[in-house]
């Protein structure tokens, strides 16, 4: 069974710009959640989507927005990037039934 | 909202010698308590978790005990190999079935010294 995806690896974007992240979950899992690592304020967690809709929503602004598709994949779309923002981006999904979060390899975000 | 702490920072210990991180939280309506190590270039992975409705629970190598009373949990290794070398977090919240939002301690470098 293939682990969670994320798409791209590595992301350079200048301040102001916007930026979207994909993650596609293990087939069958319905719930997707998604984290922000940097090394000051380790891993965050930023909101969790489940059958389209957002379930869960950590402490982040407005700028921070996701989705999720019919067929599980989601969608993390960062606004207005600030230099704060470089981080480590990390999809984690699940069944949706409080089963263990199965994380990828995360999205490098790099603001200049 | 929860509060994790984690320690120590950083764990270095001779190979074949065991490890111990502490980790410590806040709401006493978290109910479940994972533990992830993450390599360098990879995401978190699981390796093993408890609920609160156990004190200890054992995997080969890996064991995570809980004190519900006093807030706090442990990740014991034995017999520590050159693999077990990465970062590990622990993490706390309350599972009412969904995916809810874990919080997650700072992290252990653990370095294991051959």
């Known amino acids: 069974k293939a682990g969670v995806t994320q798409t791209p690896r590595y992301l350079i974007k200048t301040r102001g710009q916007q930026v979207t992240l994909s993650c596609s979950p293990i087939?069958?899992?319905?719930?997707v959640s998604w984290y922000q690592q940097t090394p000051g304020q380790g891993l965050q967690f930023l909101f969790e989507?489940?059958?389209?809709?957002?379930?869960n929503k950590g402490n982040f602004p407005g700028r921070f927005s996701g989705r999720q598709f019919s067929n599980s994949r989601s969608e993390m779309n960062v606004s207005t990037l600030e230099l704060g923002d470089s981080a480590l981006y990390l999809c984690?999904?699940?069944?949706?039934?409080?089963?263990?979060?199965?994380f990828g390899n995360g999205t490098r975000l790099t603001v200049t | 909202g929860e509060n994790v702490e984690q320690h120590p920072s950083t764990l270095s210990v001779q190979e074949g010698d065991s490890a111990v991180i502490k980790c410590t939280y806040s709401?006493?309506?978290?109910?479940?308590f994972p533990w992830y190590k993450q390599e360098l270039g990879k995401g978190p992975q699981l390796i093993i978790d408890?609920?609160?409705?156990?004190g200890e629970k054992k995997d080969q190598r890996i064991a995570v005990t809980l004190n519900k009373t006093a807030k706090h949990f442990s990740l014991h290794i034995t017999e520590t190999q050159p693999e077990d070398s990465a970062v590990y977090f622990c993490?706390?919240?309350?599972?009412?079935?969904?995916?809810?939002?874990?919080?997650f301690g700072k992290g252990t470098h653990l370095i294991i010294q051959p």
């Open positions: 993490a706390a919240t309350y599972s009412g079935g969904g995916a809810d939002g874990l919080t």
């Open positions: 408890i609920r609160s409705n156990v």
């Open positions: 989507y489940f059958s389209e809709t957002q379930r």
């Open positions: 087939s069958g899992h319905r719930s």
């Open positions: 984690a999904s699940n069944p949706g039934d409080g089963s263990p979060l199965h």
């Open positions: 709401d006493s309506a978290s109910n479940y």
